[in-house]
């Protein structure tokens, strides 16, 4: 029997509502630990392959200002409380975690594991982050078996796989920690990024505001988990929830908008499953997504898509343009969203100069993003950047 009503994923909302970390932060982070907890028990049947509801999620944002890791840490320390669960936090290499996979194949016959990365550049730091990635990248699918091969040791099976990731990290880091390479193979597709700039709330003496009955939520959360940790099978989807899923299967490209996210919408429409089956467990162990399950799952996935891209704004091949997200951001909130070349320039001095302003307002002008003319101001000449196109408009 359940204790949290109408689902776990409110009442973990409710019981860190007056932590200050973003909500969406607490949403994922829950998603996170509740599919560490039900592992590759439960699935949905593709028929050419099995889709299991593991996740790789980043948190994103400027360092202190959303409290990334206080998010994270609060779901980490409901999970490692939770029988079976084989937690990994911090640094590791790639041979150490491909070991500790086998160690655990070889006790439980399978390799089930929930990682968590206070810090990204912690975990991928290190001279081995290319291995990793590309085991990290591989194992995503959860395989049924996986081989793996090094100089030193050789061949090593194991069977079974089942990795469930969530890492920290601000946008800068992930400037000098991605490459386009990593883009394009398929690495930075696998995430949800959750970014947030600030937070939208402010407790300056939470503990104030807490209660018996809020301090009673946490363990009803864990009851919760240990009976969602029951749930194994096969998820069904109901007749209603597959016609609507095919109506928007069908004018999914629609979407597409922004090449730095196609490896993320290429994956959505098996996100979409990950998540509703997340979402249903989240209430029962029936292992049924209904339509309205469904509809809530795309509005979660909806509600990042805004600013996801600017999680990889800054991951570009020209260092310069990393620039150009933030000067179109500048331009659209200026009087008009036109703006001259001396305002942008003064009040961006700290960060670039007029040379990667000229070849930032090239690459924006020829992509007809925006239009330049001149002006004159004061009896002084000026050149004036305003939007070109309304799309971009908020």
Known sequence: MRKCHPSMMEVYLEYTQF?????????????????G????????????????????????????????TTA??????????????????????????????????????????????????????????????????????????????????????????????LICSTPEWLVTGTTIDEIAGGWTGRFIY??????????????????????????????DLNEAAKAQGEFAITSQAKAEYLLWYNKRKDEWVDERL??????????????????????????????????VAWQTLSDLEANMAKALAHVVEDPALRYKDLVISFILASPGRRATRREILRKFWSRFDQDVLDRVMKNCIECRL??????????????????????IMP
């Not at 699935?43 to 202190?64: D, I, Q, R, T």
């Not at 600030?198 to 959360?221: G, K, Y």
């Open 19 to 35: 932590q200050e970390s973003p909500s969406r932060f607490h949403l994922w982070v829950f998603l996170h630990i509740l599919a």
């Open 37 to 68: 907890v039900v592992g590759r028990k439960v699935y949905l049947n593709k028929f050419y392959y099995k889709l299991y509801p593991n996740l790789y999620v980043a948190l994103v944002g400027p360092s202190a200002t959303v409290k990334k």
């Open 72 to 165: 994270g840490d609060i779901g980490t320390g409901i999970i490692t409380t939770i029988p079976d669960v084989y937690h990994i936090r911090g640094k590791i290499t790639a041979w150490e975690f491909f070991s500790e996979l086998g160690n655990l194949c070889a006790k439980y016959n399978t390799a089930a594991v929930t990682v968590y990365a206070a810090e990204a550049k912690n975990l991928f730091g290190d001279l081995g982050k290319a291995e990793l990635v590309t085991l990290l990248t591989d194992m995503y699918t959860c395989p049924d078996h996986f081989t793996y091969r090094t100089i030193k040791h050789g061949i090593v099976n194991i069977d079974n796989v089942f990795i469930n990731l």
């Open 194 to 223: 959750v970014f947030e700039e600030s937070c939208d709330r402010s407790f300056a003496f939470p503990e104030d505001f807490i209660t018996p009955e809020l301090t009673a939520l946490r363990q009803d959360i864990i009851d």
């Open 262 to 295: 196609m490896g993320y919408y290429g994956r959505k429409p098996d996100m979409v499953w990950k998540v509703a089956m997340l979402l249903s467990l989240t209430q029962d162990n029936s292992l049924v997504i209904d339509e309205s399950t469904l509809h």
């Open 370 to 391: 925006i239009r330049q003319y001149g002006v004159t101001i004061q009896s002084m000449s000026e050149i004036m950047y305003e939007i070109d196109d309304t799309s």
